[in-house]
Nanobody, 122 residues
Framework: QVQLVESGGGLVQPGGSLRLSCAAS????????MDWYRRAPGKERELVAR???????NYADSVKGRFTISRDNAKNTLYLQMNSLKSEDTAVYYC????????????????WGQGTQVTVSS
């Protein structure tokens, strides 16, 4: 019922910037929580940033001050602005959304994007 399409990944030099996007489509009533995860080679998946429908945000300590998560509720789209990128940020980034199918919030969903590669290297 809900599909996520990610874009914006690529190769960038240390200190550079990238902006990731995640667009949600399908038949649903509302999206509540949207967040970004990443998996670096040989490491466990990590929560990078989270944003609620009301705009409250949380960040991993490793990205605070460098990354900014935002959402456009009218477009059902999630963004991650990544500045001052480091080699340690190299990973596959995944968007994730949680929401409801109806106005009574009795039927909810959780959906994952396919992932987009971010490589930081000189």
């Amino acid at each position: 019922q809900v599909q996520l399409v990610e874009s914006g990944g690529g190769l960038v030099q240390p200190g550079g910037s990238l902006r990731l996007s995640c667009a949600a489509s399908g038949i649903f009533f509302s999206i509540n929580v949207m967040d970004w995860y990443r998996r670096a080679p040989g490491k466990e998946r990590e929560l990078v940033a989270r944003i609620t429908k009301g705009g409250s945000t949380n960040y991993a300590d490793s990205v605070k001050g460098r990354f900014t998560i935002s959402r456009d509720n009218a477009k059902n789209t999630l963004y991650l602005q990544m500045n001052s990128l480091k080699s340690e940020d190299t990973a596959v980034y995944y968007c994730h959304v949680e929401g409801t199918f109806d106005s009574a919030a009795r039927r909810f969903f959780s959906s994952w994007g396919q992932g987009t590669q971010v490589t930081v290297s000189s």
